[in-house]
């Protein structure tokens, strides 16, 4: 009896330990069972009590009647699949005749609090099939990213979702996207691990930082060309406009339009270009965008109009030349002028910070999604790095970067120095090596990052 309680007592301790310390193997070895018990247990009364229920049908009725038998109840949804994953549970649910997918997405909140899970959404899969995916903890308070993740081309995985999935930024899918968010919001967190991701992958970085370069240019050995001032800015991007105009000259030579040649095979962009040919896709990060578009006088007027007119055109232009951007900032309304708003429509990818007011959070996702911009205004201030993101089709999800160091960022540009290709038209922008960091610094040298 003394060593089946001393055995009880150290699974107790354990588990408590693994919940303070690592909730994501507290999860797998203790919370996944309980979790998946409780949601099988009390399922039909849940279901019941949410009004995801349906009355039974007529035949079944009329043939409980003849058989003298009790009336059937209402049915849940019917569950094809649970399955446990390191943050949660995902259930896979068959809908009855009538039931439609917003059902389940309304009653989510009430689904968390029956389960007595963290969080609950849910995504149409096809007709009549949802997914419900249910959080076992807080995965945003301490953000652990998955050993593996998917490795495509042109796309990286740079938060976690509080759903417990990884949030891949995929240009592929979503050429342009805009970052907003207030100072010491977790903007250049997220950045950094942006730029951490495509440092490995074959793609050439220009980045414009009219902060005097003190967010990219640590990290500039990775860079094709780098601008850190308003002036510098109009001169790379009007020659990225020139590579772009190239791009296309070289696309269309190649497009091998002839008879035999299946459609699928005309080439219309650089990923239809053999390897050979193919040019290297080109990712712009902006940071500080209002430091393009303000002016103080008639020639930085000028000037301003100029930008503008070179991003917006890479924007409209730019995805099938494989030029992609990347544009951060802390407003990004109408009244930095005009053409602002156009570029603005052309950002599929939205991802707003800590805001401070409302109308900020209206700049990112007024005209795709009300709902994110309440999500938005309400993210805490003492938690930098947590981030509304969706895109143009309404759906948006919370998520929060890890934490990427300085330190680490620069170590991994070094490290991938070699793949930064030389572009001919960016030749003049290309930064200094004297200027940068020569080597890798252990990071035991610098503070410890925190997650």
């Not at 060593?3 to 301790?13: C, D, F, I, M």
């Not at 309304?333 to 409302?358: C, F, P, W, Y």
């Not at 620069?410 to 960091?437: E, G, I, Q, S």
């Amino acid at each position: 009896m003394t060593a089946l309680t001393v055995a009880l007592l150290l699974v107790v301790t354990s588990a408590l330990i693994l919940r303070w310390r690592r909730p994501a193997w507290y999860w797998l070895a203790f919370g996944a069972a309980f979790a998946a018990l409780r949601v099988l247990v009390r399922y039909t009364s849940v279901m019941d009590a949410c009004g995801l229920t349906v009355p039974p049908s007529r035949w079944r009725l009329a043939v409980a009647r003849v058989a003298n038998r009790p009336v059937p109840e209402s049915r849940a949804p019917r569950i094809l699949r649970i399955r446990p994953t390191r943050t949660g549970l995902v259930l896979r649910l068959k809908l009855r005749p009538g039931q439609d997918a917003f059902d389940v997405s309304a009653a989510t909140d009430r689904l968390r609090h029956s389960f007595s899970m963290y969080g609950v959404t849910s995504r149409e899969l096809r007709s009549g099939v949802v997914e419900v995916r249910m959080t076992g903890y807080d995965v945003l308070k301490r953000v652990q990213m998955p050993a593996k993740t998917d490795h495509e081309p042109m796309r990286v995985p740079v938060a976690l979702r509080e759903d417990g999935a990884v949030h891949y930024r995929d240009y592929r899918a979503v050429p342009h996207g805009l970052t907003l968010g207030a100072t010491e919001s977790g903007k250049s967190v997220y950045q950094r691990n942006l730029v951490a991701g495509l440092a490995p992958m074959n793609v050439a970085l220009v980045g414009i930082d009219c902060k005097q370069g003190v967010e990219l240019f640590p990290l500039a050995r990775r860079f094709s060309a780098l601008a850190d001032n308003p002036d510098t800015a109009l001169d790379l991007l009007e020659a990225l406009v020139t590579h772009m105009e190239g791009v296309y000259q070289l696309i269309r030579a190649e497009q091998r339009i002839t008879v035999n040649v299946p459609d699928a095979e005309i080439a219309a962009d650089i990923w239809d270009l053999p390897d050979h040919l193919r040019p290297v896709p080109v990712v712009v990060l902006v940071d500080e965008v209002a430091e393009l578009a303000l002016y103080a006088s008639k020639d930085e007027e000028k000037r301003r109009d100029r930008i503008i007119t070179a991003l917006v055109r890479l924007a409209q232009l730019g995805r099938a030349a494989g030029i992609y951007l990347e544009i951060c900032g802390q407003r990004f309304g109408s009244e930095l002028g005009k053409g602002i708003t156009m570029l603005r429509a052309q950002l599929t990818g939205r991802t707003a910070h800590r805001v401070n007011d409302e109308s900020s959070a209206n700049m990112a996702f007024g005209d795709i999604s009300p709902d994110a911009v309440l999500a938005a205004i309400q993210i805490p201030t003492d938690a930098p790095g947590i981030a509304v993101t969706g895109d143009s089709s309404g759906g948006w999800a919370r998520i929060r970067a890890p934490h990427t160091s300085l330190r680490e960022a620069v170590n991994l540009c070094n490290k991938h120095a070699d793949r930064t290709p030389d572009l001919p038209a960016l030749a003049a922008f290309r930064p200094a090596t004297a200027a940068l960091p020569s080597d890798r610094v252990p990071l035991s040298k610098t503070a410890p990052a925190t997650a």
